[in-house]
């Protein structure tokens, strides 16, 4: 039994090390990355759930990677939060999302609200402000026209920095939307605090719609809540007629998800809406 004792701890070590090495390893080649600006931005439509319209476009980082290919945020975020590089790569994706929107509005598309994601550690940041100021300066982009997405669990952890950057945001005139809402455990009675604009329904509410009661109650209640707070609500994740129609029955003002489009690079969201078509 010792022996295997040992043998199980330097199992758990290597594997340990393993995971290490793996880390850093990502860490090397993402810091590479951004200087040699191989990270991309796709945009997924965001519709008005009554009209159709399609009103914005939510900013998904993607990593073109010469030999990988295209890599997905899951593989790269954590290991960007944990570093300290989400800074960089943050405000790389900000810019880069409000230039492309203010040339889409010089190109004569429909204007449309762009939404770019805030990690943790870029609310922790004292200069996120000056750096927002900065991007919509440069891209000439109406500070209404972007919206700042900061998940609940984010909300949660930094609720002290948050309040004041939140504050600072309101300033810029940005809308601000709480990302993986429900997710957190937090009230919306303690949201109220916050000045936010919307919340984003989880996906994982969305799934199981309209079969499941649980799903479709809570659901309910977080757009009748949010609604009497005066905060817009949008679903995400939706994948099917049926989970469309259940969230629009429910009163929900906007949507976003596969059953539309996924995340596409920038040409390509225009072909389809220039297509016969449309989106
Ligand atoms: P998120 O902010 O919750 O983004 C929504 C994710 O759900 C996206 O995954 C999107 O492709 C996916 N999605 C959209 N509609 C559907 C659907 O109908 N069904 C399913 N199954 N999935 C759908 P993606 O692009 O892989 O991004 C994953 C996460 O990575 C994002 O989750 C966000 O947390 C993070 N992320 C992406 N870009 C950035 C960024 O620029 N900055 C930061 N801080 N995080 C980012
Ligand atoms: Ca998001
Ligand atoms: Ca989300
Ligand atoms: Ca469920």
Same mark, same amino acid.
């Given at each position: 039994?010792?022996?295997?004792?040992?043998?199980?701890?330097?199992?758990?070590?290597?594997?340990?090390?393993?995971?290490?090495?793996?880390?850093?390893?990502?860490?090397?080649?993402?810091?590479?990355?951004?200087?040699?600006?191989?990270?991309?931005?796709?945009?997924?439509?965001?519709?008005?759930? $009554?009209?159709?319209? @399609?009103? *914005?476009?939510?900013?998904? =980082?993607?990593?073109? /990677?010469?030999?990988? #290919?295209?890599?997905?945020?899951?593989?790269?975020?954590?290991?960007?939060?944990?570093?300290?590089?989400?800074?960089?790569?943050?405000?790389?994706?900000?810019?880069?999302?409000?230039?492309?929107?203010?040339?889409?509005?010089?190109?004569?598309?429909?204007?449309?609200?762009?939404?770019?994601?805030?990690?943790?550690?870029?609310?922790?940041?004292?200069?996120?402000?000056?750096?927002?100021?900065?991007?919509?300066?440069?891209?000439?982009?109406?500070?209404?026209?972007?919206?700042?997405?900061?998940?609940?669990?984010?909300?949660?952890?930094?609720?002290?920095?948050?309040?004041? $950057?939140?504050?600072? @945001?309101? *300033?810029?005139?940005?809308? =601000?939307?709480?990302? /993986?809402?429900?997710? #957190?455990?937090?009230?919306?009675?303690?949201?109220?605090?916050?000045?936010?604009?919307?919340?984003?329904?989880?996906?994982?509410?969305?799934?199981?719609?309209?079969?499941?009661?649980?799903?479709?109650?809570?659901?309910?209640?977080?757009?009748?809540?949010?609604?009497?707070?005066?905060?817009?609500?949008?679903?995400?994740?939706?994948?099917?007629?049926?989970?469309?129609?259940?969230?629009?029955?429910?009163?929900?003002?906007?949507?976003?998800?596969?059953?539309?489009?996924?995340?596409?690079?920038?040409?390509?969201?225009?072909?389809?809406?220039?297509?016969?078509?449309?989106?």
């Amino acid at each position: 039994a010792k022996a295997e004792g040992r043998n199980t701890y330097r199992y758990y070590n290597q594997s340990l090390t393993a995971a290490a090495s793996e880390r850093l390893e990502t860490e090397t080649r993402l810091r590479r990355a951004l200087e040699l600006d191989h990270l991309e931005v796709f945009y997924q439509p965001q519709l008005d759930i $009554t009209t159709g319209a @399609l009103t *914005g476009v939510e900013a998904l =980082v993607r990593w073109r /990677d010469p030999e990988q #290919g295209l890599i997905p945020p899951d593989r790269f975020i954590p290991v960007a939060e944990e570093t300290g590089l989400i800074d960089r790569l943050g405000q790389q994706v900000l810019e880069r999302a409000c230039l492309q929107v203010a040339a889409w509005d010089r190109d004569g598309l429909p204007a449309l609200d762009v939404a770019v994601n805030l990690s943790a550690h870029q609310i922790g940041d004292p200069r996120l402000c000056a750096k927002i100021r900065h991007a919509l300066e440069r891209s000439g982009l109406a500070p209404r026209r972007l919206v700042l997405e900061i998940t609940e669990s984010t909300l949660m952890t930094q609720a002290e920095g948050a309040l004041g $950057t939140l504050a600072g @945001l309101k *300033g810029l005139g940005v809308q =601000v939307a709480i990302d /993986d809402f429900g997710t #957190g455990y937090s009230s919306l009675a303690y949201l109220k605090r916050f000045a936010i604009d919307w919340l984003k329904v989880d996906r994982c509410f969305v799934q199981d719609l309209p079969e499941d009661r649980n799903d479709a109650e809570l659901t309910q209640t977080i757009v009748y809540m949010a609604h009497n707070l005066g905060l817009r609500v949008l679903a995400e994740g939706v994948e099917t007629q049926a989970q469309l129609d259940f969230l629009t029955h429910l009163g929900c003002d906007g949507w976003q998800g596969f059953l539309c489009s996924p995340p596409l690079p920038p040409q390509e969201l225009v072909a389809r809406l220039e297509s016969r078509e449309g989106l």
